[in-house]
Structures are given as structure tokens and as C-alpha cells.
């Protein structure tokens, strides 16, 4: 099945950056229940550009989400700010985004060992350090190959290593889609017990109605073998294609979620939601 990472928590957007720098926690709660409540299984935390405020506030929003009953994904530029993560969430934790560099590593590899039974996933971002441009599927297969190596010699299980294929906007290269899809073809024929997560909205960045693009993108992407998926949960037409998609290439065991959905949708509309 598909794991749903809600990311309506992204300092990059300017109206999540104010309620972040004031500290609203009651914002953040809504925005956590309501992301839970579409499906979202882990709720993205990146509050990059609060920069010395980083992590008092995540460690506030940890718990809130965790409060909820949900699961947190956190993205900082700072590996120190990752291992204090792992060191104080109470439930399984995905970190990110780390490129391939193996001091970076070892830091969180250190921790990540020191669990308390907690299963620590990792982001691992497939390209070439400091090259902004997406490499080919080969090479980013290759890419791919050292980190994994790397990570299981390590003692990290395949399935707690996340891939990211590095989704850039179509505006960019009319060709990012296609390349992405052929990457991550290529990860699950090679790794397939390997992870892989995408932000699925990337590919539409700067183009009217990203909706469209995401919600059509998304059912090619899973089919590709996508695992999680980080989107805004409250999107109703992507949530629809993951639904009827799982349930269209038999990954939907006895069309329980489709079901499930569709009763759903019935009752919102019985009570005029």
C-alpha cells in the first residue's frame, strides 16, 4: 500500500513560515488533524527557515503530531537537528533530506542505532552532491546503489531506506516526468525491497492548476512502484487517483479502501460536507 505524508507544514510557504515564527501551536494542530483525518499517515515538518527557532518548534510540533496519532517525516539542512530528532520522538520517525556524504551519515547512523524500538527511516536524495540537475536513470541508479550499500553495511534495513529521485518542475525540462517515472523503474526492478518517496507536487511547480498535473501524475508514479507519497492530503482529486489506482492495479485487498472511500463521500454529502 501506499503511505500518505501530508506536508501542509513547509516553512517555504509564506503563511506557514508567520504562524511558525509566532509560534502558533493551535495552527499547527489544525492543520495536523485535518491532514490526518484525509489520510495522511506522517505529517512533513520542514521549518528550515526559522533557522535558531528550528528547533524549539519542532520539538513542540513532534508532539502535537504524535499526540494525534500520527507519525512525524522531518527535512532540515542541519544534520544536528535530525540526530536531536531521533533523540526525541517517541514513535517511528523519517528523516531527511541527506544527500551521500559519509561523515553526515555516520553522525546519524550513531543515534539511529540507540532506538528504544523505534524504527528511524531515512531520505536518502539521489543525486550528485551539489549538482542541481537530474542525472539519468543509469546514473542515478548508481547513485543509489553506493548509498544503499553503504546503509546496510551500516546495519540499516532495506525497507527504512526512503530513495527520492529528486522530482524538478516541468517548467524546467518538459522531460522531469518521464525521467522521474524511468528512475523509479528502475530503483524497484533493482531494490525492491527499497523505499521510495516522492513530493509530487514538485513537477507542476510554477503551472496554473497543479492539481491536474499532480492528480494524473501520482497514478503513473505509484504504478512505477512509488511507496509514500508527500502531498497536501486535503486535495481531494490526488487522494481519489491513489484510491482508485491501488484499486485498479489489484493492490486494493477486496476493494476495502475504495469501499470504505465511497461510503464515505456518501455520507459527507448526505450531511452537505
Known amino acids: 500500500m501506499i503511505t500518505i505524508v501530508g506536508n501542509a507544514l513547509n516553512s517555504n510557504n509564506k503563511k506557514v513560515l508567520d504562524k511558525m515564527n509566532k509560534m502558533d501551536f493551535e495552527y499547527v494542530k489544525k492543520e495536523v488533524l485535518a491532514q490526518i483525518a484525509d489520510g495522511a499517515e506522517f505529517i512533513e515538518l520542514n521549518a528550515n527557515s526559522l533557522m535558531e ?6 520539538h513542540k510540533a513532534i508532539a502535537i503530531i504524535e499526540g494525534s496519532g500520527a507519525k512525524a517525516l522531518v527535512r532540515s539542512e ?34 539511529a ?20 540537475n537530474n542525472s539519468s536513470p543509469e546514473k542515478s541508479l548508481l547513485i543509489a546503489q553506493m548509498y544503499i550499500d553503504y546503509l546496510l553495511d551500516n546495519g540499516m534495513k532495506r525497507e527504512n531506506i526512503l530513495l527520492d529521485p529528486v522530482l524538478r518542475p516541468l517548467e524546467e525540462d518538459l522531460s522531469n516526468g518521464k525521467l522521474f517515472l524511468n528512475t523509479l523503474e ?13 513530493n509530487l507536487s ?4 510554477g503551472l496554473p492548476m497543479r492539481c491536474l498535473i499532480s492528480s494524473h501524475f501520482v497514478s503513473l508514479a505509484i504504478e512505477k512502484g512509488l511507496d509514500y507519497v508527500v502531498l497536501d492530503a486535503l486535495e481531494k482529486p490526488i487522494i481519489e ?14 476493494l476495502q479502501s475504495y469501499l470504505t472511500f465511497c461510503r464515505n463521500n456518501r455520507e459527507a454529502r448526505r450531511k452537505g460536507n
Open 113 to 132: 542505532r540507540v532506538t528504544n524500538g523505534k524504527d528511524i527511516k531515512v531520505v536518502a536524495v539521489v543525486k550528485e552532491k551539489g549538482e542541481d
Open 241 to 254: 487517483s491513489i484510491i482508485t489506482t491501488l484499486t485498479i492495479i489489484g493492490k486494493d485487498k477486496n
Open 186 to 198: 528502475l530503483f524497484k526492478l533493482d531494490f525492491p525491497q527499497v523505499k521510495t518517496i516522492a
Open 202 to 205: 514538485a513537477l507542476s511547480e
Open 53 to 58: 527557532n528550528e528547533l524549539p518548534f519542532l
Open 78 to 111: 542541519s544534520i544536528e537537528t535530525l540526530v536531536e530528532v531521533i533523540k526525541i520522538v517517541k514513535n517511528d520517525v523519517v528523516v531527511g533530506d541527506i544527500e551521500f556524504d559519509k561523515e553526515k551519515l555516520d553522525k546519524l547512523l550513531e543515534v
